[in-house]
């Protein structure tokens, strides 16, 4: 019932930056958490940031400082700018949100297709 598609990946030198986007679209009611996961090579997906009601977010530590997350509730957007990237921001980026697709409904979690990020030494 919500689909979510990343976009803004790609290949870039370390130190660089660059800015993620994850449209929701579907039949959607309301979006309470945002999130963008990541998952390496041999690695569990795990949280980058989240960001829920609009306002509380919550970075893991290792990007805390560098990465921010921010929402656009008009568009149904989360935005991921990542800055001072280093090789071991290297992953494939996972989308995810709670959300409710109709009125009476309960929320349910979704996920979106990933975007690669690559960053070189």
């Known amino acids: 019932q919500v689909q979510l598609l990343e976009s803004g990946g790609g290949l870039v030198q370390a130190g660089g930056s660059l800015r993620l986007s994850c449209a929701a679209s579907g039949s959607i009611f309301s979006i309470n958490r945002m999130a963008w996961y990541r998952q390496a090579p041999g690695r569990q997906r795990g949280l980058v940031a989240s960001?829920?009601?609009?306002?509380?977010?919550n970075y893991r530590d290792s990007v805390r400082g560098r990465f921010t997350i921010s929402r656009d509730n008009a568009k149904n957007t989360v935005y991921l700018q990542m800055n001072s990237l280093k090789p071991e921001d290297t992953a494939v980026y996972y989308c995810?949100?709670?959300?409710?697709?109709?009125?009476?409904?309960?929320?349910?979690?979704?996920w979106g297709q990933g975007t690669q990020v690559t960053v070189s030494s």
């Open positions: 960001i829920t009601g609009g306002a509380i977010t």
């Open positions: 995810n949100a709670d959300a409710i697709a109709s009125y009476g409904g309960n929320y349910a979690n979704y």
